[in-house]
């Protein structure tokens, strides 16, 4: 086993797909340490301080202090923002509500980013993606899970699109182009005309409809997995959501960056 002590200088240290299961680190000092799409199960903490530190992941069965988490986080979100707690709804008015929801809120925020400063939409904050990038990503779901998906068109990847990050070397298969940069009038476009086609979805669809298996699934999917129809416009839905939530908390950051000048 590999050991460092005081005596090793790892300030700074990169560890890129690096292998560390089951070290342990105690007496370790990780203040301003980063953790990016990692893989952290059945991590154990005990006795560590963790002020000011900020979490976003998949946090199931997570405990803190003996309470668990998840819970309680989803109860905050949900009250923060009315009708995310019907995106995976399997009633079809249900979901469909939810992601009119989720669109009223991204109006709002996109409207916010307008009123800022020029070039906010593509401002990065510590490596994350822009609003630009977001939306992107977002028509990059749209593509996958309704387009290619429950509609089974060929094709159906805008070169705009952004996959996640895991799916960069496949996409370029798909017609996408991961070093594209359009202009945000482009992505806004790009963005209004996937969110209008998954509402003709939505609108296409009886309760019936909805809970059939889809036609097929993305091609990041096992071949051999079935999904209904509700589950992949739900992951649209969730989508939609989830990454509001991490727009909004970079612009959030952006105007305490610029009050602090």
Same mark, same amino acid.
């Given at each position: 086993?590999? #050991?460092?002590?005081?005596?090793?200088?790892?300030?700074?240290?990169?560890?890129?797909?690096?292998?560390?299961?089951?070290? +342990?680190?105690?007496?370790?000092?990780?203040?301003?340490?980063?953790?990016?799409?990692?893989?952290?199960? %059945?991590?154990? $903490? #005990?006795?560590?301080?963790?002020?000011?530190?900020?979490?976003?992941?998949?946090? #199931?069965?997570?405990?803190?202090?003996?309470?668990?988490?998840?819970?309680?986080?989803?109860?905050?979100?949900?009250? %923060?923002?009315?009708? +995310?707690?019907?995106?995976?709804?399997?009633?079809?008015?249900?979901?469909?509500?939810?992601?009119?929801?989720?669109?009223?809120? *991204?109006?709002?925020?996109?409207? /916010?980013?307008?009123? $800022?400063?020029?070039?906010? @939409?593509?401002?990065?904050?510590?490596?994350?993606?822009?609003?630009?990038?977001? !939306?992107?990503?977002?028509?990059?779901?749209?593509?996958?899970?309704?387009?290619?998906?429950?509609?089974?068109?060929?094709?159906?990847?805008?070169?705009?699109?952004?996959?996640?990050?895991?799916?960069?070397?496949?996409?370029? @298969?798909?017609?996408?182009?991961?070093?594209?940069?359009?202009?945000?009038?482009?992505?806004?476009? @790009?963005?209004?005309?996937? $969110?209008?086609?998954? %509402?003709?979805?939505?609108?296409?669809?009886?309760?019936?409809?909805?809970?059939?298996?889809?036609?097929?699934?993305?091609?990041?999917?096992?071949?051999?997995?079935?999904?209904?129809? *509700?589950?992949?416009?739900?992951?649209?839905?969730?989508?939609? *959501?989830?990454?509001? %939530?991490?727009?909004?908390?970079?612009?959030?950051? !952006?105007? #305490? /960056?610029?009050? @602090?000048?």
């Amino acid at each position: 086993m590999t #050991r460092f002590t005081a005596d090793d200088d790892l300030r700074h240290a990169e560890f890129v797909a690096a292998n560390l299961t089951d070290a +342990r680190f105690r007496f370790a000092d990780l203040e301003g340490a980063a953790f990016d799409q990692s893989y952290l199960p %059945r991590v154990v $903490m #005990r006795g560590v301080d963790l002020t000011g530190a900020d979490i976003d992941g998949q946090i #199931r069965d997570l405990k803190i202090n003996g309470v668990e988490v998840l819970p309680l986080i989803e109860a905050e979100l949900n009250r %923060r923002y009315p009708g +995310r707690e019907l995106a995976r709804s399997q009633d079809l008015a249900e979901q469909r509500e939810s992601f009119e929801a989720a669109l009223r809120t *991204w109006s709002a925020t996109l409207d /916010r980013v307008a009123a $800022m400063p020029a070039g906010t @939409a593509d401002q990065q904050v510590d490596g994350e993606w822009s609003v630009a990038q977001t !939306l992107r990503h977002l028509v990059f779901a749209v593509d996958g899970w309704v387009r290619h998906g429950i509609q089974g068109l060929d094709g159906a990847f805008s070169p705009i699109g952004l996959p996640f990050s895991e799916y960069d070397d496949e996409a370029g @298969a798909l017609g996408v182009d991961i070093t594209a940069t359009p202009s945000f009038r482009e992505v806004q476009e @790009a963005y209004a005309d996937r $969110m209008a086609q998954v %509402r003709a979805q939505y609108d296409s669809l009886t309760q019936e409809d909805f809970e059939a298996p889809a036609r097929r699934l993305p091609p990041w999917e096992p071949d051999t997995r079935s999904l209904p129809v *509700w589950r992949c416009l739900g992951v649209v839905a969730n989508e939609a *959501w989830e990454h509001h %939530r991490f727009a909004a908390r970079d612009l959030d950051e !952006l105007e #305490r /960056r610029r009050d @602090a000048r």
